[in-house]
């Protein structure tokens, strides 16, 4: 009889003291909270569990609680750990002195001063009884932790949650289902059929792994967000998962110079609705205007998808110290990103739903018409667009319909020789034109409507001319 891979899974860690748990190098907050979810079961169920996390832990996630229980990386075997918060002070020199009996560290701090209690102690992480890999489509996709400890991974079980199809089904166990949303939806399924885990399912993990799925889903939002989302997330809200401060922290609070970031973000938005693609830039000028460091922005090429109505692509252009960094994302899974790299000329990462580059060197306004017109090219090929459409600017509030890719926007309006039969856009008269001069020659039950014309009257017909010149 066939043991299915989520009983695979539970005999495992019932049989498993030592566990690491690791994810993607660059993992996303739904891997974020994944992670801190099953470190904080296993270790309540008694279990000696090792999470590491080479990334920061993302600002709007911190409210989990659980980043003081990852570590960077593992050291090597035998290897005895002296870590040093550099929380209250940072380090400006180390030096250490070997003597018969001892070693002494000499650490100089660059303001303020350390304390005894700044200091914490930890034997190097050694053998696994077996190892919980979340988010990755592969073992290379976990890093240089995978690089510096390849004979760990080649000799302890490993369990591959995930929920990517292109996934390579590297593990002992392969918890991967596509028909799930996000890994925290595997996880919380995990811990319900697991005996002990399910009694620890408390308030404060259903807040966890509801923020993981909130942040992986764009709160419901995102297309491939599955029927299994809303059942987990009911689920988890009737264990008492806190949503109102998840969605607060991760999509409503903002500190002042992100919000000033995407004042300049929003500034400087352009869209091609020929193309469907999107794009806005963020100079060195403008991290000055705002007050404001390239580190302060996190995924907000996500957020800006969401929020381009029209556009299948969305770029952003970010320089940085010694370099220009594009992140480019879509949530249309038709697009294909190997090609897109391909027409990119094959730099850069692939990453969930886009691709990012790191141009060295650069700034955003030396790359910026060379990539989006590679993109545009890309474009042209899916759409069948024809080649002598060039990149369009709309002015904001402009909409198009998708399904006229093939027509170009420059050149003179079209304009109709008769007045409409109805006019589509009213404006009530204003407080100042009823109550003053005019107000004597409106008519009773008379409508009024904005109209935005040529100041040259180029392509205003007829009878809009002769209402002007007041004949």
């Known amino acids: 009889m066939d043991i299915n891979p989520r009983e695979q899974a539970i005999a495992f860690l019932r049989r498993s003291q030592k566990i690491l748990i690791v994810t993607r190098e660059k993992w996303t907050g739904d891997e974020v909270a994944g992670t801190m979810a099953l470190q904080k079961v296993l270790h309540k169920a008694g279990k000696e569990v090792i999470a590491v996390a080479s990334q920061e832990v993302p600002k709007n996630l911190k409210f989990l609680g659980g980043e003081k229980f990852l570590k960077k990386d593992l050291g090597e075997e035998g290897d005895f750990v002296i870590s040093l918060s550099t929380e209250k002070a940072k380090v400006e020199r180390v030096k250490y002195t070997i003597k018969d009996k001892s070693v002494d560290i000499l650490v100089s701090p ?88 399910r009694n620890h399912l408390d308030k404060e993990l259903a807040t966890v792994l509801l923020a993981g799925i909130i942040s992986k889903t764009g709160s419901f939002q995102e297309p491939e967000t599955t029927a299994s989302a809303f059942e987990v997330a009911a689920k988890l809200q009737e264990l008492g998962a806190r949503q109102a401060d998840i969605i607060d922290h991760i999509f409503k609070m903002k500190q002042l110079p992100t919000l000033k970031i995407w004042g300049r973000i929003l500034g400087n938005l352009e869209m091609d609705g020929v193309h469907r693609i999107a794009w806005s830039g963020l100079a060195k000028a403008d991290f000055e205007l705002a007050e404001a460091d390239p580190e302060q922005v996190e995924n907000m090429t996500e957020e800006l998808l969401r929020h381009t109505q029209g556009a299948e692509l969305v770029a952003l252009f970010i320089e940085q110290k010694k370099c220009s960094a594009v992140q480019i994302r879509s949530g249309n899974p038709n697009i294909d990103f190997t090609q897109l790299r391909k027409t990119l000329g094959g730099g850069g990462e692939l990453v969930p739903h886009g691709i990012d580059l790191t141009i060295p060197k650069k700034t955003v306004a030396e790359i910026q018409f060379e990539i989006l017109r590679l993109i545009v090219e890309f474009q042209k090929e899916r759409l069948h667009i024809s080649e002598e459409i060039e990149l369009q600017k709309m002015e904001l509030g402009e909409t198009v319909n998708p399904s006229q890719t093939e027509l170009p926007i420059t050149g003179s309006p079209s304009v109709s020789p008769t007045p409409p039969a109805n006019i589509p856009f009213e404006a009530p008269f204003q407080q100042h034109e009823i109550n ?32 002007l010149n007041g004949n």
Do not use: Y
């Open 110 to 197: 660059k303001n303020g001063f350390f304390s005894p209690s700044d200091v914490s102690f930890q034997q190097s992480a050694g053998k696994f009884d077996l190892i919980v890999v979340l988010g990755a489509e592969n073992l290379d996709e976990v890093g240089t932790l995978f690089e510096s400890h390849t004979q760990l991974f080649a000799t302890t079980p490993i369990v591959n949650v995930a929920v990517s199809a292109g996934n390579d089904f590297f593990g002992k166990v392969n918890l991967v289902d596509p028909a799930k949303s996000s890994v925290c939806e595997i996880i919380f399924e995990l811990i319900q059929s697991t005996e002990p885990l």
């Open 436 to 467: 003053g001069s005019m107000s004597e020659s409106i008519p009773p039950g008379t409508r009024a409507a904005e109209v935005t014309i040529d100041p040259n009257q180029k392509g205003i017909p007829d009878w809009l001319k002769k209402g």
